[in-house]
């Protein structure tokens, strides 16, 4: 349910980016994504599950949203010689120095320590993005 809410903030990340640049739309993403995960672990483990549902589709519609904008980036950030190698190795590259591990670090995180250092951990890891 959550992914399929989420599908359109894709294209809506995309023609936001356009509209007013695509470092504020992203900002508008992390932000979505930073909120959401201040609140939900706390909700999760509730264990109520319209509640968690709900909590879990602004989340991912906050990461869609960054999403729409990365192609835009990524091609702006490069000559056009290189623009199609270059981002598809920072994009490849990234994802498994960076987010491979991520799921085995969050359970770490989340068994050895209380719910809100979670969600703190990733609101920091949102502004070390922005930053």
């Known amino acids: 349910m ?16 356009d ?3 695509r470092k504020r739309t992203s900002l508008l993403g992390l932000t979505m994504q930073g909120i959401a995960a201040g ?11 319209p509640a968690s549902a709900t909590i879990i589709a602004p989340a991912l519609c906050g990461i869609q949203v960054t999403a729409g904008t990365q192609a835009a980036f990524f091609s702006e950030a490069l000559p056009t010689s290189m623009r199609y190698t270059g981002s598809a190795l920072g994009m490849t590259m990234a994802g498994l120095i960076f987010g ?4 085995f670090v969050a359970a770490w995180i989340f ?16 502004l070390v993005i922005l930053s």
Do not use: D, K
Not at 41 to 47: G, L, Y
Not at 100 to 103: K, M, R, S, V
């Open 19 to 21: 509209r007013i640049g």
């Open 39 to 49: 609140t939900m672990f706390s909700i999760m483990n509730s264990m109520n599950f």
């Open 100 to 103: 491979a591990p991520i799921p």
């Open 111 to 126: 068994q050895n320590t209380e719910n809100g250092t979670l969600a703190l951990t990733c609101i920091g890891l949102g």
């Open 2 to 17: 959550a992914n399929l809410v989420s599908i359109p903030a894709a294209v809506l990340g995309g023609r936001l980016s």
